[in-house]
């Protein structure tokens, strides 16, 4: 229900005051939050109409005050959304069922250009001879028989494809040096 009354007084300090009812009775305390923005700050003897509320003390407050003669409007004031939390479950939920998805696509897609480019290329046959390309010597049978003479797989590997008596693959594999130079990951 809304009443009309007038500022009895106000602390501008503290940002409170209190309104006496036209219907009479107790004077009605108001905080500034109450009161309409941009209303300025109210001076004795202004009129007002507003409702009444009770605090958590149990005592009477004024609440949705509008200047007399105006129609009370709510305050719009923007709200951020609230950002909605998505549990660890259902993020884990949705990032497997892309891959899921992404798999089943390149399953179904994911060789369809190799198979068109050796179409297009099985339509042209073009017969390319590669000509022999030279490389040079960078080893030669010098005498050397042993890994530790060596300096590379690669020349280990030269030494037991092309000089005589070497002794560097003790188990006949085809490998040389397996123990230094032909096994690490860099081996060529």
């Known amino acids: 229900m809304r009443f009309e009354g007038t500022i009895k007084s106000w602390n501008e300090a503290k940002g409170f005051g209190f309104l006496?009812?036209?219907?009479?009775?107790?004077?009605?305390?108001?905080?500034?939050?109450?009161?309409?923005?941009?209303s300025g700050v109210p001076r004795v003897g202004q009129a007002f109409s507003f409702e009444v509320e009770l605090n958590r003390?149990?005592?009477?407050?004024?609440?949705?005050v509008a200047p007399a003669g105006q129609a009370y409007s709510a305050p719009r004031r923007s709200h951020p959304r609230e950002r909605e939390g998505r549990s660890p479950v259902a993020v884990?939920?949705?990032?497997?069922?892309?891959?899921?998805?992404?798999?089943?696509?390149?399953?179904?897609?994911?060789?369809?250009?190799?198979?068109?480019a050796a179409s297009d290329a099985g339509s042209e046959s073009i017969a390319v001879q590669a000509a022999p390309v030279e490389v040079p010597?960078?080893?030669r049978c010098d005498g050397r028989t042993h890994c530790s003479q060596m300096s590379s797989c690669a020349e280990a590997k030269y030494f037991l494809k092309n000089c005589p008596g070497v002794k560097m693959d003790g188990n006949g594999d085809g490998v040389p040096c397996e123990?230094?130079?032909?096994?690490?990951?860099?081996?060529?």
């Open 92 to 116: 884990l939920v949705g990032f497997v069922l892309v891959l899921v998805i992404g798999a089943a696509a390149y399953g179904k897609f994911g060789g369809l250009f190799t198979r068109l």
């Open 57 to 64: 003390e149990g005592k009477k407050r004024a609440v949705r």
């Open 20 to 38: 006496a009812s036209t219907q009479g009775g107790q004077d009605v305390f108001v905080h500034v939050s109450a009161l309409p923005r941009g």
């Open 179 to 188: 123990q230094q130079w032909c096994t690490s990951l860099f081996a060529r």
């Open 137 to 139: 010597v960078l080893f």
